[in-house]
Antibody, heavy 113, light 112 residues
Framework: EVQLVESGGAVVQPGGSLRLSCAGS????????MNWVRQAPGKGLEWVAN????????TYVDSVRGRFTISRDNAKNSVYLQMNSLRAEDTALYFC??????WGQGALVSVSS | DVVLTQSPLSLPVTLGQPASLSCRSS???????????LNWLLQRPGQSPRRLIY???KRDSGVPDRFSGSGSGPDFTLNISRVEPEDVGVYYC?????????FGQGTKLEIK
């Protein structure tokens, strides 16, 4: 069974940093593109970033480029999202997704003073 | 960025009746490799999204055959032949052809 488990969500002050993790199991992690997608409270889905199988390609939505960094460790079957200079508008449930076929339960990030 | 416009935004349907959801793209979604990376996802209340359809018309494993996808640029459609109670939720179209990947704003299906 495919599983994706996110962790690291928290309440953080504006300008602060946070690192989300996502552990995958039940599939060939090292062969999969991995994505982060977020959903602000009561809103729709927004694709944030993704990373190629070997980490050689990374792409970001404009609103997070330069502040967020996606990375992966295939030995640990994990993908990460380092979030710096957080803003109120980054408040959301952050989903880890294997391509678009499998999704985790999400990690809640709240940016508030 | 590619804009995906879904309609209607709200869709009340009687159980057992068909439903048709639309997604219109602002650009061609045909990738340079010849594939069209247009997917449909369902997010049930309080749950994570689940992919139903990929590459316009291919059903994911375990998805009932009452769901079908069709279309070519710029208009794509998700059809449900007979709506069941478990079909309630928000349906999103999602394109992975262009960067950044983008979602439609969602169609909320409810039982009338």
């Amino acid at each position: 069974e495919v599983q994706l488990v996110e962790s690291g969500g928290a309440v953080v002050q504006p300008g602060g940093s946070l690192r989300l993790s996502c552990a995958g199991s039940g599939f060939s992690f090292s062969d999969s593109w991995m994505n982060w997608v977020r959903q602000a409270p009561g809103k729709g889905l927004e694709w944030v970033a993704n990373i190629k199988h070997d980490g050689s390609e990374k792409t970001y939505v404009d609103s997070v480029r330069g502040r967020f960094t996606i990375s992966r460790d295939n030995a640990k079957n994990s993908v990460y999202l380092q979030m710096n200079s957080l803003r109120a508008e980054d408040t959301a449930l952050y989903f880890c997704a294997r391509e678009s076929r499998n999704w985790g339960q999400g990690a809640l990030v709240s940016v508030s003073s | 960025d590619v804009v995906l416009t879904q309609s209607p935004l709200s869709l009340p349907v009687t159980l057992g009746q068909p439903a048709s959801l639309s997604c219109r793209s602002s650009q061609s979604l045909v990738h340079s490799d010849g594939n069209t990376y247009l997917n449909w996802l369902l997010q049930r209340p309080g749950q994570s999204p689940r992919r139903l359809i990929y590459w316009v018309s291919k059903r994911d494993s375990g998805v009932p055959d009452r769901f079908s996808g069709s279309g070519s640029g710029p208009d794509f459609t998700l059809n449900i032949s007979r709506v069941e109670p478990e079909d309630v939720g928000v349906y999103y179209c999602f394109q992975l052809t262009h960067w950044p990947h983008t979602f439609g704003q969602g169609t909320k299906l409810e039982i009338k």
